[in-house]
């Protein structure tokens, strides 16, 4: 019988315990999209023996490590103060939580005490357990399409089961909003969004947290899946100003660093504003859309110090 790909479903959790999966219930199980896993992702040796025929010889595993990505959709939890249901996928990402009850829960990249998550993938019955994840993501938001907030874990293999798939019990994750015109704006005073202190007509923005991620199993060592390093990046496209309202090419000239910022939604509990105090342009090229010229900036995140991160996400 086949396995329908309609009929999946995804929760996760933080562990206690580093590759020891928690118990995962219902209230655990997320709303995503583009939800992608490699199931064995395995670096084959081969054993290149000398024989008197022709022929491949015998390969053999070394490691074998899994890879799973989706995407959720750029909103809050519907409770000013709430994490979202996916906030454990930010903190295992290294991102640190700080939440104010009843007012704000806001994500920034730690070095330190990095966290992880157990993943149980069911697809139609069949259950993928990956345990010790640790990722990265992307902020992504084009004019007329849901931003979202767009993952990739890596984690360890463990024996796959027939199950019966959770019943999912969906909560924490309101509806979200278009990224257009009055569901993007930017935060007070300012109220539109900036890109190095200029309140543009923006097209499109990313933002990849850029996390280095390092899979080892070593003789004597647990298997454990690491963050050793973060650069992030992104780009910004946006209507391409006169020189006198802004002259981006003497900024990327001269060096000089400018915030982006902006915020998704409008109502409390599903409002998310989008920081990156210090950026540093890396490109600015032209491009058409619509007969258009746009300005196609990238750029790279600064972090001034462990206090003053290259991004914040702050969920009001």
Known sequence: ??????????????????????????????????????????????????????????????????????????????????????????????????IIAGTSVEYKPASNSIESIAILYNVDGVLHTVTGCRGSFVVNGTVGEIPTLDFTFTGIFNPVTDSAALVPTYGDQATPLIFKLGNTTGPSPANAMQFHGFAGCFSSVTFDLGNTLVYRELVGCSKQVLITDRSSTGTVVLEAPTIGQKNYFSSIDAGTTGNLTFLQGTTGGNKVEVTAPKTSLTSVAYEDQDGIHMLNCGYTAVAESAAVPEVSLKYT
């Not at 580093?18 to 081969?46: F, H």
């Open 1 to 98: 019988m086949p396995l329908l790909s309609r009929k999946r479903v995804i929760a996760l959790k933080l562990e206690a315990s580093y590759g020891t999966a928690p118990s995962i219930g219902v209230s655990d199980c997320v709303l995503v999209r583009d939800l992608n896993i490699q199931p064995a992702n395995t670096t084959m040796v081969s054993r290149d023996l000398i024989r008197p025929h022709l022929g491949a010889s015998e390969q053999l595993p070394a490691n074998t490590q899994v890879v799973v990505t989706f995407s959720v959709e750029l909103a809050g939890s519907g409770t000013a103060g709430t994490a979202p249901r996916y906030g454990p996928a930010l903190k295992s990402c290294g991102m640190s939580e700080d």
